[in-house]
Nanobody, 125 residues
Framework: QLQASGGGLVQPGNSLRLSCAAS????????IAWFRQAPGKEREGVAC????????SYLDSVEGRFTISRDNARNTVNLQMNSLKPEDTAIYYC????????????????????WGQGTLVTSPA
């Protein structure tokens, strides 16, 4: 089970840190990702990280502002979001899979089989 937290209302330009805690399994054995879904839009992959080599991939619009990381001691995956923009407003979901993903599949919804419940991030215009 994955439990996401850390969402909230934040003014544009400020930062927020999301966290996703795993229970019942060890996240270090999984490839991990964060997705988001804005109203009326499809879910999109924001960031992912492979366990095999630490390879990360980011959505172009968040590159340089967001950072995905894992905390093995706490069994969590985090998303540090800096310089937030109104277009970052969405429900954010964490996801994990035991499959070893190639880089091209790392931010694809269909690559993941374990999902958190979502946490809302709002950055008003």
């Amino acid at each position: 089970q994955l439990q996401a937290s850390g969402g909230g209302l934040v003014q544009p330009g400020n930062s927020l840190r999301l966290s996703c805690a795993a229970s019942g399994f060890t996240l270090n054995d999984y490839d991990i990702a964060w997705f988001r879904q804005a109203p009326g839009k499809e879910r999109e992959g924001v960031a992912c990280r492979r366990r095999s080599d630490g390879h990360t991939s980011y959505l172009d619009s968040v590159e340089g502002r967001f950072t995905i990381s894992r905390d093995n001691a706490r069994n969590t995956v985090n998303l540090q979001m800096n310089s937030l923009k109104p277009e970052d407003t969405a429900i954010y979901y964490c996801a994990a899979t035991r499959r070893r993903l190639i880089s091209g599949l790392c931010r694809r919804v269909e690559s993941y089989d374990a999902w958190g419940q979502g946490t809302l991030v709002t950055s008003p215009a």
